[in-house]
């Protein structure tokens, strides 16, 4: 009789412990799923691309209607500033002041016009990037007009701007179009990351011993010309895939051959000053 009992209570025990077991294994696979996630996360946010504020900086010139120019510039990496004139007959008036800033990761555009807002900075924030980035949707649907203000990059030199909102219940929209202009002119210092990459002919055809430099600036690569700056490949090959400051122009137009009657490949391109450390 006590043989049986305890027969039957051991059967029980080892019940339980299987039961326990399973449950204990549950709970570590939750575990484990919620440390994948939480991975996951982190990963998806590290890799979220970075913001092309770059695209803003240089002298951009209207095309059509009022000239007006907006000339912007390097604060830090965390902020850019603006001073936007309007030509008018002979003289150059300044309109219009603009920051824009990163605030807790969070982007904005302030602009402060002379004449209106009581001379005051207005707050709008980014709410969108369309356009492979190119594009930043600025909002603030509390200001009177405009409620959103957008600036688009079509390309590194050419801009359409708009700004839009509703006066009395009806949409209103103002369209801007710009030119980057007067190139050589400026320089900024950012910081950014210098990519070495193999040359390959037009043949497509690697060309052992041979590279390209590029700087990278908000994940876009601008190829480095060498020739008539300051810094020398020598200079950089130490900051391959590191993260360096420089001063630098912005330019457009060939790459890789001195002589203007020929060269193989055009574009935007930046020519490094010094190097900022």
């Not at 209570?9 to 939750?30: D, G, H, W």
């Not at 010139?61 to 000339?71: A, F, M, P, V, Y």
């Not at 004139?85 to 002379?114: A, C, G, M």
């Not at 601008?222 to 420089?246: A, Q, S």
């Amino acid at each position: 009789m006590i043989n049986k009992h305890f027969i039957k209570l051991r059967e029980k025990i080892i019940k339980l412990e299987k039961y326990k077991n399973l449950y204990n294994l549950k709970q570590m696979k939750l575990k484990i799923i919620i440390i994948i996630l939480l991975v996951l996360s982190c990963l998806c946010y590290s890799q979220e691309k970075p913001i092309k504020t770059h695209l803003f900086l240089g002298d951009w010139e209207s095309t059509e209607g009022n000239k007006i120019i907006e000339k912007w510039r390097v604060v830090n990496d965390s902020e850019y500033t603006a001073d936007v004139y309007e030509i008018l007959d002979k003289d150059t008036v300044l309109k219009e002041k603009i920051k824009l800033k990163y605030i807790n990761n969070v982007l904005y555009y302030y602009p402060l016009v002379f004449e209106q807002n009581n001379s005051r900075e207005i707050e709008f924030k980014l709410v969108s990037l369309e356009n492979d980035g190119r594009k930043f949707i600025f909002e603030n649907s509390e200001h009177d007009f405009p409620h959103r203000i957008i600036y688009n990059f079509k390309t590194n030199m050419k801009l359409y701007a708009s700004i839009e909102g509703y006066i009395e219940s009806e949409f209103k929209q103002i369209n801007f179009s710009y030119k980057k202009t007067n190139l050589t002119a400026n320089d900024f210092i950012l910081t950014g990351i210098i990519r070495k990459e193999a040359f390959f002919n037009k043949a497509g055809r690697e060309i052992e011993g041979v590279f390209d430099y590029y700087f990278e600036i908000d994940g876009v690569k601008y190829f480095i010309k060498f020739h008539g700056y300051g810094v020398t490949v020598t200079d950089i090959e130490k900051y391959i895939d590191m993260p360096v400051r420089l001063k630098f122009k912005m330019l457009y137009g060939l790459w890789d051959a001195d002589d203007n009657t020929y060269q193989s490949r055009v574009g935007n391109y930046v020519g490094i000053i010094s190097i900022e450390e």
